[in-house]
């Protein structure tokens, strides 16, 4: 069975960092690209970043690029999402996806609030 | 950045009937390997999204085939054929052919 389990979430102020991790397990994690996805309280959902299976080759929504990294370890089955400078707009539910696929996690909340 | 329309944006339904949501998209979805990245999403209250549809009209394992999308280039419909009480909540079409992935504005679903 697919599963995708997010942590790292929390408060932090505006210009603060998080970092959140998905652990991967069910299948054959270093196969398949990797995403992570948010969703604004009340609005529909927004996707951030995917990287490819190997190395760090990644895309980027705009609003995002310069202030998070999306990076991968293979060897421990994790995708993480590195967010620096935050603003209160990146206050969100944010999911990790396995992408082109129907996999999702459950979420990790991140408020950015002063 | 491709804006996915959806079509209503609030669609009262009656239990048993059918429903149906339209998409448009503002530029072509046809991927270079030929194929249409076109899905369509559920999203209960407090739960994650979850894919019903992909590549336009292929359900995902375990989704009732009451469910159906068609379309073809930018214009696709995802229909019901007979509502039931636990499809109440808001639907997405999103596409995966040009980045970023865009979703639609969503249309919530609820029972007269």
């Known amino acids: 069975e697919v599963q995708l389990v997010e942590s790292g979430g929390g408060w932090v102020q505006p210009g603060g960092s998080l970092r959140l991790s998905c652990a991967a397990s069910?299948?054959?994690?270093?196969?398949?690209?990797m995403s992570w996805v948010r969703q604004a309280p009340g609005r529909g959902p927004e996707w951030v970043a995917n990287?490819?299976?190997?190395?760090?080759?990644?895309d980027y929504v705009e609003s995002v690029k310069g202030r998070f990294a999306i990076s991968r370890d293979n060897a421990k089955n994790t995708v993480y999402l590195q967010m620096n400078n935050l603003r209160v707009e990146d206050t969100a539910l944010y999911y990790c996806?396995?992408?082109?696929?129907?996999?999702w996690g459950q979420g990790t909340l991140v408020t950015v609030s002063s | 950045d491709v804006v996915m329309t959806q079509s209503p944006l609030s669609l009262p339904v009656t239990l048993g009937q059918p429903a149906s949501i339209s998409c448009r998209s503002s530029?072509?979805?046809?991927?270079?390997?030929?194929?249409?990245?076109l899905n369509w999403f559920h999203q209960r209250p407090g739960q994650s999204p979850r894919r019903l549809i992909y590549?336009?009209?292929k359900r995902e394992s375990g989704v009732p085939d009451r469910f159906s999308g068609s379309g073809s280039g930018v214009d696709f419909i995802l229909k019901i054929s007979r509502v039931e009480a636990e499809d109440v909540g808001v639907f997405y079409c999103?596409?995966?052919?040009?980045?970023?992935?865009?979703f639609g504005q969503g249309t919530k679903v609820e029972v007269k």
């Open positions: 996806a396995r992408s082109r696929s129907g996999y």
């Open positions: 069910g299948f054959s994690f270093s196969s398949f690209w």
């Open positions: 990287i490819k299976q190997i190395g760090s080759e990644a």
């Open positions: 530029q072509s979805l046809v991927y270079s390997d030929g194929n249409v990245y």
């Open positions: 590549m336009i009209s």
């Open positions: 999103m596409q995966n052919t040009h980045w970023p992935w865009t």
